[in-house]
């Protein structure tokens, strides 16, 4: 009886963490969500006098704000899987092997948290356009990875050293090439880490504003620039609001399928 | 299956930057559907020996199996059992999946590998542990997983990495057990690594004793330890002092004076091996020696024991046996079991009297 108690408690507890959880992401997107069914919201009405669904809409009527949402979502998967790869590429290795200068590598690895994107932005630009990279998605997505594959490498070599790399050649003896021996033991074992990291990642290429502006000279238009754009001043509180949301539903979808997905028991 | 014979063959392998090369020209004969424990000390070599059988790592050499050079042949198609010390079971299948593991890699369907790994969890006596995680099992149970798994694709040879060091003394006799019925079951020619002598003797057909890169010698647990090749295999094996002196046609001659000594043992100049056990408390004897200590263990008494030429000699009596007080004389007699002789080193110490007795047991390695 005792321990059906205190599991009801802990139910309880658990359900009201939820719900603040819940109230604390959710409240602030409420006024977006009622902002983006009407026209007019005067002080004092609690609620607008009038609804429409014009809004919404519109956003899917304008080509350039369906095509900005494609861009960034495309974008943001190429980043998330190239930074993914490289973060378990540079995360296997400074979690298992003898590198030489691995301090180095590992400042190298997180310099792009320490210096501020603002100046590490403007020689990147140099760079890229002497290289023909500006102006197009391929810079874009490149430029994109450099605060993206930091949070990858760290998230995947902490993966990697709670595993014994001595798995793999077991999996070797049991008839398992050195990519199978990968695929079947260190991958599975790792999979809620690779998940993480190809959301962070993710979300780190969904949500840049300013190596976008920068590296895409306007010619790349990602969701972000269209939103800031659109609450600088160009477009209506309503449509700035329809906006936010619409650019939620991605990363939320991702996150629903990731969910899923790590959940998902898997056979050999 | 028939059994497959080993050799290897002028193994040479040395780790970048390492002074000494780890195995220098090594030899070693590996006959089919025999167990052999390979012994040696921490850090001699043995356990790159064993991943250079396995394939997982590359030397200098010829590895040969039933006369074919195998050299090249990746871990994944040598067909090798291998039980690290570690059990390294996979953290993310269950106990049944990781003993279906190498047989799904070999492309043998799930439900056909599932009966194969519930056979096998059977022998190694788990048959009810296939649901549960490996990190729901003892250390004991992880490590009996582990050999199921790498006994379910039916290897050509076993490869064992000190697999019992890390379990708990009651459960290594068991393991110890399990793998020696097992190995006499299948008949598979089986590579054991150890430091443990007495873990050696009982669990393989043959002994393999590495030393300095090289196999100093093989043969039964029983010949390195009353035969050995040399002062240095006889000092790895255990206790025993070493008298200098010389052999002609079976009579020892030296500081202790004229003992007969076994045929067969090298003449000329040598030293001579004197075992504890060589050594016999005997009323009759024709020797004495002044007893300088008694510890009585319960299960036996250890005799400490200073000879005419002041070699200290110690001699393992029966418990409750009468014996002469410390400071007496006590009588006894040499051999002739438990002798031998070895050529004499030059350069080296021919006599390990000098030394502390407990630092001599301490080099024969952990006997439990």
Redesign the interface.
Known sequence: MVTTAVSARHAGVRRLALTVVAVWVGAPLLPLLIWSFTRTWRYPDLLPQAWTTTVWSDLAATPETVRALLTSAVIAMVVAAFATAAGLAAGRALAWYRVRGRVLIELLVIAPLLIPPFASAMGVQVVFIRAGLADQPVGVVLAHLIPAVPYTTLLLRAAHAG??P??E?????????PI??IR??TL??I?PAVAAAFGFAFLISWSEYLMTVIIGGGSVTTWPMLLFASAAGTGTTAATSALALAGLIPPVALLVVAGALSRRAR?? | MTAVHLELRGIHQRYPGAVAPTLSGLDLDLPAGTATALLGPSGCGKSTLLSILAGLRSAEGTVLLDGIDITGVAAERRDAGVVFQQPLLFPHLNVADNVAFGLRRRGIGTSAARRRAAELLELVDLADAGARRPAELSGGQAQRVALARALAPAPRMLLLDEPLSALDPAIRTRMRDLIRRIQRDLRITTVFVTHDQLEAAEIADRTALLLDGRIAQAGTAADLHLRPVSATVARFMGPALLVPGRNDDGVFTGSLGAVPVPPGAPRGDVLLVVRDTAVQHDPHGDRTATVTAVHDLGSAIRVRLRAADGRELTTTVRPGAELPGVGAAMTYRLGPHALWTVPAEHGAPSDTSHLEPALIEHSSGRRS
């Not at chain 1, 050649?169 to 090439?177: I, W």
């Open positions: 595993l014994d001595r798995l050649a077991q999996a070797r003896t049991l008839g398992a090439g199978s021996a079947h033991t599975p074992a999979r056979p050999v």
